[in-house]
């Protein structure tokens, strides 16, 4: 494929280079006419070697380069004012699919200015491109499918609530309407956190921001005079896994919960407080009342429902419950401290 109309100018080891490239590749005068091409740039775009040499770019194929913007930019880059990097056209030939080409091209600096010489650099793009549009696609409707799971999900999350709520009307058992209200609220909570879930995506969850959603939620249905009781939320810029946040927000609904249920009788007012500090893998998460505290003796609550899913939880969360006076009220911490666990496969939190 050598020329040989200029073979007193061309160095045989530069046209060696270029035909022996496994880059599709031209080399070519300022004029467009093409004294090298490799061969990988005649098997990609089905031109016949012995027909390339001394021809101009525009007659190459069945004149397919012939492209008026490419030939621009190729004399712009051989008078040294420009250079072609990434520059992106498609390819049209007939009865062949389009071929989506990013082409490089540089002006060859050898002193020698009266025969400028440029090097064209092509790469076919066309599957590489297909399959991005494939994936955006998939990852579109995946979008799509899950927004629709989201939405499925919190409708029935609510129909369940609802129904709860009017069978806890109907019943006349004090103990069992107190078990359908706490079935609602964890429910309810349930909501709250899938809600958050849905709108921060599958990645990182901001702490601050779904506490006080989940406690806004869990004020909502469990507090009916909001002079008397108050939850608080004390927050630093912790960000947590989706599936960390999910154990952490299910931890604070079932201890505000009993804090609600437990701390404040009688009409006591009080005010709960959740807060959560982080520092590098180490986190506490707190649930604080100001109201009776722990009853002792024959007045001590047995362990329920809610001391269960607790203890379960600060399990799968590699932490440690401590629950201590708050003097006044109640103090419950749950503790993860990341060297207790070095080298194991943590669900940080944090």
């Known amino acids: 494929m050598a020329s040989h109309l200029t073979p007193h100018l061309e160095a045989a080891s530069t ?84 071929q989506q080409l990013v082409v490089n091209a540089r002006k060859l600096d050898d002193g020698d200015n009266d025969h400028i010489r440029l090097l064209m650099a092509v790469t076919d793009v066309t599957d590489a491109r297909a399959d991005a549009r494939q994936k955006d696609d998939l990852i579109r409707e ?29 019943v006349q058992s004090e103990e069992a309407r107190g078990h359908l209200h706490d079935a609602h609220n964890r429910v309810m909570s349930i909501a709250a956190v899938q809600r958050h879930l849905a709108s921060s995506g599958a990645g ?10 989940l406690c806004e939620s869990l004020a909502a249905s469990m507090i009916y005079d909001r002079d008397r009781l108050t939850i608080a939320v004390t927050v630093d810029d912790s960000v947590v896994k989706s599936d960390a ?45 100001d109201g009776i505290g722990i009853p002792t003796g024959r007045g001590a609550a047995k362990p329920g429902l809610g001391t269960g899913i607790v203890e379960a939880l600060v399990k799968n969360l590699q932490s440690e419950i401590r629950v201590t006076d708050g003097k006044p009220g109640t103090a419950v911490s749950i503790i993860h401290t990341q060297t207790a666990h070095a080298g194991e496969d943590l669900p940080a939190a944090a």
């Open 15 to 98: 046209i060696a280079v270029v035909v022996s490239s496994n880059e599709p590749l031209l080399f070519l005068t300022d004029s467009m006419k093409v004294i090298a091409a490799s061969a990988s740039f005649c098997r990609t775009f089905e031109i016949d070697p012995a027909l390339v040499p001394g021809r101009m770019l525009s007659e190459l194929g069945a004149g397919e380069w012939g492209m008026a913007k490419l030939a621009s930019l190729l004399k712009a880059t051989a008078s040294g004012s420009a250079e072609i990097a990434a520059y992106e056209v498609d390819l049209v030939r007939p009865g062949r699919k389009i």
């Open 142 to 170: 995946k979008a799509i499918l899950m927004q629709e799971v989201q939405h499925r999900v919190a409708n029935s999350l609510q129909i369940i609530a609802s129904v709860l709520m009017q069978s806890a009307r109907r």
């Open 204 to 213: 990182k969850v901001i702490l601050r921001t779904y506490f006080v959603q």
């Open 245 to 289: 946040s999910i154990s952490l927000g299910l931890i604070v609904t079932e201890l505000v919960i009993n804090a609600l249920k437990h701390a404040f009788p009688e009409q006591r007012s009080g005010k709960i407080t959740v807060d959560y500090r982080s520092d590098g893998g180490d986190w506490t998460l707190s649930v604080k009342d």
